[in-house]
T-cell receptor, first 110, second 114 residues
Framework: GQNIDQPTEMTATEGAIVQINCTYQ??????LFWYQQHAGEAPTFLSY????GLEEKGRFSSFLSRSKGYSYLLLKELQMKDSASYLC???????????FGAGTTVTVRA | DTGVSQDPRHKITKRGQNVTFRCDPI?????LYWYRQTLGQGPEFLTY????????KSRLLSDRFSAERPKGSFSTLEIQRTEQGDSAMYLC????????????FGSGTRLTVV
């Protein structure tokens, strides 16, 4: 089975940095994904890590440590539109099925 | 291509009624997935198709649920004899075999069973 943990809520100020941690215990590993989901909308793909290290995409970066079963998503220069739920998902031994954490709701305040 | 489309966006039904949802994936994507999401939770895997073959069904998918993808293009998800516990957002997603990145989700169908 898959066990994926992330904090329920985080609050940060516009322009600041927030780091969302995700820990996982899974039967097999074939990639870790981060998705952003605004209320009432579909999840949208943010990042993908399969090897250890940092992947940077503009204001968003994602880090993976496979030996520790740990990832984080770093959001820099926060904007009000970044207020959303951020979902951590792990792909197991197969190459298709994702198991999601419950999501972290980030609230950006002015 | 406008992405993954789902219809309807919202459905309110009485307990015991049958409902059917439709998903149109990105045209070149050969994999299609159904997930269910309840408030405050992440999406949960229901089932997966590669072309027209249904290759995996979650044990969450009771015998009241059936999904089809008859020609390897659009898919339908039917729930028979709906129960209040079926109230959720039903998400469809698609991807291409061999593509390492994650899938593209549709906007979902929100089902409310009253």
């Amino acid at each position: 089975g898959q066990n994926i943990d992330q904090p329920t809520e985080m609050t940060a100020t516009e322009g600041a940095i927030v780091q969302i941690n995700c820990t996982y215990q899974t039967s097999g590993f074939n990639g870790l994904f981060w998705y952003q989901q605004h209320a009432g909308e579909a999840p949208t793909f943010l990042s993908y890590n399969v090897l250890d290290g940092l992947e940077e995409k503009g204001r968003f970066s994602s880090f993976l440590s496979r030996s520790k079963g740990y990832s984080y998503l770093l959001l820099k220069e926060l904007q009000m539109k970044d207020s959303a739920s951020y979902l951590c998902a792990v792909r197991g031994n197969n190459d298709y099925k994702l198991s999601f954490g419950a999501g972290t709701t980030v609230t950006v305040r002015a | 291509d406008t992405g993954v489309s789902q219809d309807p966006r919202h459905k309110i039904t009485k307990r015991g009624q049958n409902v059917t949802f439709r998903c149109d994936p990105i045209s070149e994507h050969n994999r299609l997935y159904w997930y269910r999401q309840t408030l405050g939770q992440g999406p949960e895997f229901l089932t997966y198709f590669q072309n027209e073959a249904q290759l995996e069904k979650s044990r969450l998918l009771s015998d009241r649920f059936s999904a089809e993808r008859p020609k390897g293009s659009f898919s339908t998800l039917e729930i028979q004899r709906t129960e209040q516990g079926d109230s959720a957002m039903y998400l469809c997603a698609s991807s291409l075999v061999g593509q390492g990145d994650g899938y593209t989700f549709g906007s979902g169908t929100r089902l409310t069973v009253v």
